[in-house]
């Protein structure tokens, strides 16, 4: 089975702090990406990338950038995080195919 | 707990009914649909996806109904059981990217 993992369920942080939240898959898949997901709204794509060192913005990706160095891996880092970015963070991997397979997500607030 | 679900339409069924829940899709270029199942702080889970070329697919207790000339797609549950209490939402690939367009959901409870 694949698996995706995300490195905290939970985060509380600062207004101004940076925040890194990363993802790990274990299938080889060569696309990733970072959604986040609110009330009453769809999930909406921040990031895809479609292979190590490449990337592409989403639909909202302002405040936000990412970082894949290896393969299994892509981070969502918050530069400078605030009240509007608490959100439920959910990365997903798919292969070449188009089944999307996600993580548990990352419940982050803001203060 | 989970918040993603506050504001969600729900579908409330009987144990042991059949369950259908309804999804309109809004772009003519997609060609490939999924329906996720996600619990109460958990991610989404894959239940069951269909390609444009068919109007049906069925799985495990789960159908999947695709209806092209209205852009509307179905997921059919049968004899719902409690574990299948979720938001449910679904997923629209646009031929040839990597763009899906998700679905708010639709909140499903299982009376016993």
């Known amino acids: 089975d694949v698996k995706v993992t995300q490195s905290s369920r939970y985060l509380v942080k600062r207004t101004g702090e940076k925040v890194f939240l990363e993802c790990v898959q274990d299938m080889d898949h060569e696309n990733m990406f970072w959604y986040r997901q609110d009330p009453g709204l769809g999930l909406r794509l921040i990031y895809f990338s479609y292979d190590v060192k490449m990337k592409e913005k989403g639909d909202i990706p302002e405040g936000y950038s990412v970082s894949r160095e290896k393969k299994e891996r892509f981070s969502l880092i918050l530069e400078s995080a605030s009240t509007n970015q608490t959100s439920m963070y959910l990365c997903?991997?798919?292969?070449?195919?188009?089944?999307?397979?996600f993580g548990p997500g990352t419940r982050l607030t803001v203060l | 707990g989970e918040s993603v679900g506050l504001h969600l339409p729900t579908l409330s069924v009987q144990e042991g009914d059949n369950s259908i829940i309804n999804c309109a899709y809004s772009?003519?270029?997609?060609?490939?649909f999924i329906w996720y199942k996600q619990e109460s702080g958990k991610g989404p889970q894959f239940i069951i996806d269909i390609r444009s070329n068919m109007d049906k697919r069925q799985g495990q207790r789960v159908t999947v109904l695709l209806n092209k000339t209205v852009k509307h797609l179905s997921l059919q549950i049968a004899a719902t059981q409690p574990g299948d209490s979720a938001v449910y939402f679904c997923a629209e690939n646009i031929s040839g990217t990597y763009k899906y367009i998700f679905g708010t959901g639709t909140r499903l409870k299982v009376l016993a």
């Open positions: 997903a991997s798919r292969s070449q195919g188009y089944e999307q397979f």
């Open positions: 772009n003519s270029a997609s060609d490939y």
